[in-house]
C-alpha cells in the first residue's frame, strides 16, 4: 500500500533585497583558515551575495570572509566593484559539488 504525500511550497518572496544577476569574479579572504580563494558571483543584492567557490574552500555558516570583487560583466555597479566587503557565510550548499563541481554559498554583506 501506498500512502500519497503533497506538499505545498510557499512562493512567497522572504528576500530584504531584490537580487540581480551579474557574473562577476570575486576573491575571497577567508579569516579562519587564513587563505584566499577565487569565487563567481551568481547573483547579488544590497544584502549580499550568492556564489561558486571551489571545492576546496573551507567554508562554514557563520564564518567571516571578505569578498573583493575582480571583474563584472558590465560597470553598473560603480565603484562597489573596487571595495572590499566584509560579509558573514549564511549558506553553504554542498549538493551541486558532484554535479557542478563547486559549493554554492549565500553571505550577508556586513555593515
Known amino acids: 500500500m501506498y500512502t500519497a504525500v503533497v506538499m505545498e511550497f510557499s512562493t512567497i518572496e522572504r528576500r530584504v533585497h531584490p537580487r540581480h544577476q551579474i557574473p562577476a569574479g570575486l576573491t575571497v ?7 584566499s580563494f577565487p569565487a563567481r558571483a551568481a547573483d547579488l543584492s544590497e544584502g549580499g551575495v550568492a556564489m561558486f ?6 567554508v562554514q555558516t557563520g564564518q567571516e570572509i571578505d569578498i573583493t570583487f575582480g571583474w563584472f ?21 554542498r549538493e551541486p559539488l558532484l554535479s557542478k ?11
Open 53 to 58: 567557490v571551489p571545492p576546496t574552500a573551507p
Open 73 to 93: 560583466a558590465d560597470d553598473s555597479l560603480g565603484n562597489f566593484a573596487t571595495q572590499t566587503h566584509k560579509a558573514i557565510i549564511v549558506r553553504v550548499d
Open 29 to 35: 579572504e577567508h579569516a579562519a583558515s587564513k587563505r
Open 101 to 111: 563541481g563547486h559549493i554554492e554559498v549565500g553571505a550577508q554583506f556586513q555593515a
